[in-house]
């Protein structure tokens, strides 16, 4: 695609449902990023793949936060047992590796 | 490991006023320098970057930013503002990994444009 897509845009969940948010990254894309950005803040590093290998989860906030990319392409964020914390926008990147990262617009997620 | 600072949250300025949004940085290794620009409800977009050469980088929509290392800043600048910039900027910082690196962002500083 011309972009990297993200879906739902929007997602309203009740505390302790989960949730899955999906990336579709630019094709062709070897690296695929996920951040999360809570309101007023800027973006922090949650977990990175390269092709279907998840090389780095350092940023996942709790083993709650779950995240793959089984064919190397799209990925999907799933949170288990969602909490109010967790509100948040979810941004995926992708890039080739020349350090340009291109975002998608975001999920915002509230919990309630 | 790496860390952004941004020390202006908010700044105001008129329409066609000169803007400089601050940032400094923090690393053990030498690093690629970025600026994004976010606007409402919209994913972020690359304003310009430093991976090496010249220290002084001009991207789109008429703004720049000058990398000083023993300053450790990128500042970003734009001579003349418009009611269109007015948006949340981000500085962030990769280091120079041979195949990756995570890009850590800074706070952000929010740009208002006052006609």
């Known amino acids: 695609g011309a972009g990297v897509s993200q879906s739902p845009r929007y997602k309203v969940a009740k505390r302790g449902q989960d949730v899955a948010l999906r990336c579709d990254p630019i094709s062709g894309h070897v690296s695929l990023f996920w951040y999360q950005q809570a309101l007023g803040q800027g973006p922090e590093f949650l977990t990175y793949f390269q092709n279907e290998a998840q090389l780095d989860k350092s940023g996942l906030p709790s083993d709650r936060f779950f995240a793959e990319r089984p064919e190397g392409s799209v990925s999907t964020l799933k949170i288990q047992r969602t909490q109010q914390e967790d509100s948040a926008v979810y941004l995926c990147?992708?890039?080739?590796?020349?350090?340009?990262?291109?975002f998608g617009q975001g999920t915002r997620l509230t919990v309630v | 490991a790496q860390s952004v600072t941004q020390l202006d949250s908010q700044v105001p300025v008129f329409e066609e006023a000169p803007v400089e949004l601050r940032c400094n940085y923090s690393?053990?290794?030498?690093?690629?320098l970025f600026w994004y620009v976010q606007y409402p409800n919209q994913g972020l977009q690359l304003l310009l970057k430093?991976?090496?050469?010249?220290?002084l980088v001009k991207g789109i929509n008429g703004f720049e930013a000058e990398f000083n290392k023993s300053q450790t800043s990128f500042h970003l600048r734009k001579p003349s503002v418009h009611i269109s910039d007015t948006a949340e900027y981000f500085c962030a910082v990769s280091g120079l990994k041979t195949s990756y690196d995570k890009v850590i962002f800074g706070p952000g500083t929010s740009l208002s444009v006052i006609p």
């Open positions: 690393s053990s290794v030498s690093v690629y």
């Open positions: 990147a992708s890039t080739t590796g020349g350090r340009e990262a291109f």
């Open positions: 430093y991976l090496s050469g010249s220290t």
